[in-house]
């Protein structure tokens, strides 16, 4: 007996299982911006970040509509250039 197949809905597409990755990011997005401050807990969790904290930048102020932020850049050897200028 033959398979009859039909063709799929004008705007539907395939559910796609999210990998733990899109999980992780869609609730690190969700935490970041519900509560009074999200600016606040963007800058403790940029100061944790690992490339960040690696780096030893410092997020000091981040505005609340994010068009402003202070960092500071601690001085050491994974941030030093042989020439003794930041990258």
């Not at 299982?17 to 690190?28: F, G, Q, T, V, Y």
């Not at 606040?40 to 981040?62: D, H, S, T, W």
Request: proline content about 11%; charged content about 15%.
């Amino acid at each position: 007996m033959p398979s009859i197949t039909t063709a799929p809905l004008l705007g539907s597409h395939p559910i796609q299982p999210l990998s733990w990755e899109a999980h992780l990011r869609r609730r690190l997005s969700a935490y970041m911006r519900k509560g009074p401050q999200p600016a606040q807990r963007a800058k403790l969790f940029m100061r944790f970040y690992p490339p960040l904290f690696f780096q030893r930048v410092v997020p000091l102020y981040i505005a609340p509509d994010y068009s402003v932020a202070h960092i500071k850049v601690k001085r050491s050897l994974l941030t030093i250039n042989l020439n003794g200028s930041f990258f």
